[in-house]
């Protein structure tokens, strides 16, 4: 299940590489039950743990030379598990009421992924430094995340000659998901706290259950239920997502089983026997926890951060620039127009997530801010439609749209 191999790097097998992600999330978890500054400014858990094991990883890096290597594909899965749950627990009757707020954070988005390649080229250009890596560390690294700094990375060294530029656009991927995990929570309580907000009565949570009461019972037929219309809506978006792979359509493969639950979810129990199609069970919520949760451990405690290490000034200033920028648009346009109630609080933590980082982030920062303060279901549709599909599509114009002008 271990391996050093002759690079002198550390290979942990997925079997374990889940073990020790669980194992993260209890540390997680513990750190925030006893630290309460962290659950008050709505620290994701996960965040938490990961956080402190990559620091631990990077220093055993810098005292022996031995690099761990986690290998991850068992948590794709655990991705694919949460956002099919997410699909089975939307109604089109909210799909109807999350039209205009869909509508309004995608135009937020787009103005934003703007706004962060202006102002990354802008303050390249005055630090003397090709824009170029400007653009690596705005809409590329930040909003596009890892999968589109690696894709974009060879182009930018060809056309641009910065021959570091994956290691540029992976470094500031990476700083964009700590800044993202960091900053969501306390920006949704300072704008609920400051307009005085509150949740709807509805205690029907799409992930977890209200940290007052963590003890609610699951019993093993809501259990297995749940289990099976996981299964079930993933096998047609797996489906799904081979034949849209089939006609050139790319896409991650949660998103085709997301569809699949709503498609599922909101004509099933038209058919079937009442009660026989989990929709907002707690043994839904529980398992959206859960597979959110151990995804997002596992992503941060296997952060590579001796990488940071030649991070540069000018990086620095930024990636600072970056966040500045995301906190404004979060307060003063996200929020403002998404209708400054409850639920544009919570998709604002959601929109500085995938903003600075990426879709999971931005569902454990909504996570966290409503087992503080109650549900939103309309949050928790609008985002992950925005953040892992219409953004990646839109991305990749405006990136190009730079790349010609500049």
Known sequence: MIELDAEQVLRVRPFLSVTAGVLVLFVGKMLNRHAEILGKYNIPEPVTGGLLFSIIFGLVYLLSGIKIDFELTARDIL???????????AHFGELVRGG????????????????????????????????????LAASISMTGGHGTAI?????????????????????????????????????ARFLIRRYQLMAPPERLYDVGMPLEARHTQVDYTSFLHAILAIHVAGIFGILGHAG??????????????????IVLTNFLPRILPPGAWPS??????????????????????????WTLADLGGPLVVLLALQL???????????????????????????????????????????????????PSHVAFLIVPLVGAFFIDIANAFVIRLFLAVM
């Open 79 to 89: 991705l694919v598990y949460f956002f099919t749950v997410i699909g089975i627990n």
């Open 244 to 261: 849209l792979e089939r006609i050139g359509v790319r896409m991650p493969p949660f998103l085709p089983c997301l569809a699949a639950g």
């Open 324 to 374: 500045v920028l995301a906190g404004f648009f979060a307060v003063y346009i996200c929020f403002r127009i998404l209708g400054r109630n409850y639920d544009a609080a919570v998709a604002t933590a959601g929109f500085i997530g995938f903003g600075l980082g990426a879709t999971p982030t931005a569902m454990a920062n909504m996570t966290a801010v409503t087992q503080r303060h109650g």
């Open 151 to 187: 894709a974009w990375a060879p182009v930018i060294a060809e056309s641009r000659g910065v021959t570091n530029a994956m290691e540029i656009g992976v470094v500031c991927a990476t700083m964009g998901l700590v800044m993202a995990s960091l900053a969501g929570g306390p920006i």
């Open 280 to 305: 907002r069970t707690p043994a839904l919520a529980l398992i959206a926890e859960v597979s959110l949760g151990v995804f997002l451990a596992m992503s941060l405690m296997s952060m590579k951060l």
């Open 100 to 135: 205009k707020p869909l509508a309004a954070l995608l135009l937020v988005t787009l103005a934003f992924m703007f706004a962060e390649n202006m102002v990354g080229v802008g303050a390249a250009s005055l630090l003397g430094i090709d824009p170029s890596v400007g653009l």
